[in-house]
């Protein structure tokens, strides 16, 4: 079976993480393994880095289909278990208790996981990269957030 969830497909997505010593190589085969599988868009951090609320809100600023967030508060993996990927459905929250369960089942059937030949994406740069049908747009990591911030608190 190959790792290709089909709701995901023709579909955009934010990852971003806290920073932690795989997240930038992280996000690169991340971004790899979407573009192989139908993913339309994947918004990125800057640096590959976008805090939890930040990658909420971009989801729902921009109506993204959800998002992955690489950290080690939830399904701790990593040599230490120190790292680790939760997702956030398209209301910006977490996913539920079920949805992350079924996730986990289609994982143990995966026999091979695809990845596009893309060249590694400059995450130190805000633009937008398109390669055949897929983009990849590096953001600032704050600007959102604080925009949304600004409208709640004076």
Same mark, same amino acid.
């Given at each position: 079976m190959r790792c290709q969830p089909p709701k995901l497909q023709a579909q955009p997505v934010? &990852? $971003? @993480?806290d920073g932690r010593y795989f997240n930038k190589k992280a996000a690169q !085969?991340? !971004?790899?393994i979407a573009a192989a599988n139908g993913v339309k868009k994947v918004v990125v951090g800057h640096d590959g880095i976008l805090s939890t609320p930040a990658l909420s809100c971009v989801i729902r600023a921009r109506k993204l289909? @959800? *998002? #992955? !967030?690489m950290?080690?508060?939830?399904?701790? *993996? @990593?040599?230490?278990?120190?790292? *680790?990927v939760k997702y956030n459905c398209s209301? @910006? *929250?977490p996913a539920p208790e079920g949805l992350t369960g079924d996730m986990y089942k289609k994982s143990l059937e995966i026999t091979e996981i695809e990845m596009a030949e893309l060249p590694e994406i400059d &995450?130190?740069? !805000?633009?937008?990269?398109? #390669?055949? $049908? #897929?983009e990849a747009e590096v953001i600032d990591s704050v600007d959102e957030y604080l925009a949304l911030m600004k409208t709640i608190c004076d």
């Open positions: 934010a &990852l $971003g @993480g !085969i991340i !971004i790899k289909y @959800g *998002g #992955f !967030i950290t080690a508060s939830h399904n701790p *993996g @990593g040599p230490k278990a120190d790292w *680790g209301n @910006g *929250g &995450l130190s740069v !805000i633009k937008s990269t398109t #390669f055949d $049908g #897929f």
